[in-house]
């Protein structure tokens, strides 16, 4: 079966690439170099249109409707027009996103009606709150990346340890930058293990999150968006705080989302 169009997440994370027919996937890989070497064959084989996201050269402001966000055109690639869906900016407090605003229309296309927050983890975290199939407003956080940038190399097992420093750093987040620094010491001084080092420098990072994004999700349907091993630590820090949240895995749902920009095509007629 010849492929009929590509879908594209362009993040540096994920550079992934799908070929589809109507909503079928044909064929999948990681995009590496550039992206006409990696989806050539596709494009040879017959495919018409190339829909990414992830790329930051395209904005639209909140409030504003990822599902209906229409694709721009960008020219043509290889004999396939090439089509990018916009990310989202904000103005107050300043904030940008590119590409998890598909993320977030595919899960809204598979849960319709869904009004809550969605927290899409990352090297920069996102969190979002929806209203009637809008992005209101968002806040991102940076915590996954600066725990990568202090060196935690064990795996949290996100254990009492984990708990206990969610909950000390959510109610005195003052104190995030000691408890940092008193994990590295104890790295160092040969008295923590690594994974019990992770455990409470991952904990303090996300208390402080969970503090300072508190009038998001506190009483609110939460949904986490993302990689098994990103959404787990979130998962389990906001279990600490009673909250009940439903975990999606973020390429089923960004593929969800290209697709139904795909169909937003103008003129599009699908064959499936």
């Given at each position: 079966?010849?492929?009929?169009?590509?879908?594209?997440?362009?993040?540096p994370a994920?550079p992934h690439?799908?070929?589809m027919?109507?909503?079928?996937?044909?064929?999948?890989?990681?995009?590496?170099?550039t992206l006409?070497?990696?989806?050539?064959?596709?494009?040879?084989?017959?495919?018409?249109?190339i829909?990414?996201?992830?790329?930051?050269?395209?904005m639209?402001?909140?409030?504003?409707a990822p599902?209906?966000?229409?694709?721009?055109?960008?020219?043509?690639?290889?004999?396939?027009?090439?089509w990018?869906?916009?990310?989202l900016?904000q103005?107050?407090?300043v904030?940008?996103?590119?590409?998890?605003?598909?993320?977030?229309a595919?899960?809204?296309?598979?849960?319709?009606?869904?009004?809550?927050?969605?927290c899409?983890?990352?090297?920069?975290?996102?969190?979002?709150?929806?209203?009637?199939?809008?992005?209101?407003?968002?806040q991102?956080?940076?915590s996954?990346?600066?725990?990568?940038?202090?060196?935690a190399?064990?795996?949290?097992a996100?254990?009492?340890e984990f708990?206990?420093?969610?909950?000390?750093?959510?109610s005195r987040?003052?104190?995030l930058?000691?408890?940092?620094?008193?994990?590295?010491?104890?790295?160092?001084?040969g008295?923590?293990?690594?994974g019990?080092?992770a455990?409470?420098?991952?904990?303090?990072?996300?208390?402080?999150?969970?503090?300072?994004?508190?009038?998001?999700?506190?009483?609110?349907q939460?949904?986490?968006?993302?990689?098994?091993?990103?959404?787990a630590?979130?998962a389990?820090?906001?279990?600490?705080?009673a909250?009940?949240?439903?975990?999606?895995?973020?390429?089923?749902?960004?593929?969800a989302?290209?697709?139904?920009?795909?169909r937003?095509?103008p003129?599009?007629?699908?064959s499936?």
């Amino acid at each position: 079966m010849k492929p009929e169009w590509i879908a594209v997440d362009r993040r540096p994370a994920v550079p992934h690439a799908w070929a589809m027919r109507g909503a079928t996937v044909l064929d999948e890989r990681p995009v590496t170099g550039t992206l006409d070497a990696a989806i050539g064959d596709w494009l040879a084989a017959g495919a018409r249109d190339i829909v990414q996201c992830g790329d930051p050269a395209e904005m639209t402001p909140v409030p504003a409707a990822p599902g209906k966000l229409a694709p721009r055109p960008g020219g043509n690639l290889n004999g396939g027009r090439l089509w990018t869906l916009p990310g989202l900016t904000q103005s107050a407090p300043v904030d940008l996103m590119f590409g998890a605003e598909t993320t977030i229309a595919g899960f809204l296309s598979l849960n319709p009606n869904w009004d809550g927050v969605i927290c899409l983890p990352g090297a920069q975290t996102h969190w979002a709150q929806i209203s009637a199939d809008e992005v209101v407003s968002f806040q991102s956080f940076l915590s996954l990346e600066i725990l990568a940038a202090l060196g935690a190399t064990g795996v949290p097992a996100l254990d009492a340890e984990f708990a206990e420093a969610v909950a000390d750093t959510m109610s005195r987040p003052e104190r995030l930058a000691q408890r940092l620094n008193a994990a590295r010491a104890g790295a160092r001084l040969g008295d923590l293990a690594d994974g019990a080092v992770a455990d409470r420098m991952l904990g303090a990072l996300l208390g402080a999150e969970l503090a300072a994004a508190r009038p998001y999700w506190l009483g609110q349907q939460i949904a986490l968006i993302g990689p098994a091993e990103m959404t787990a630590p979130y998962a389990a820090a906001l279990q600490t705080q009673a909250a009940m949240v439903t975990v999606a895995p973020d390429a089923r749902m960004t593929l969800a989302g290209l697709t139904a920009a795909w169909r937003r095509l103008p003129g599009q007629v699908s064959s499936s």
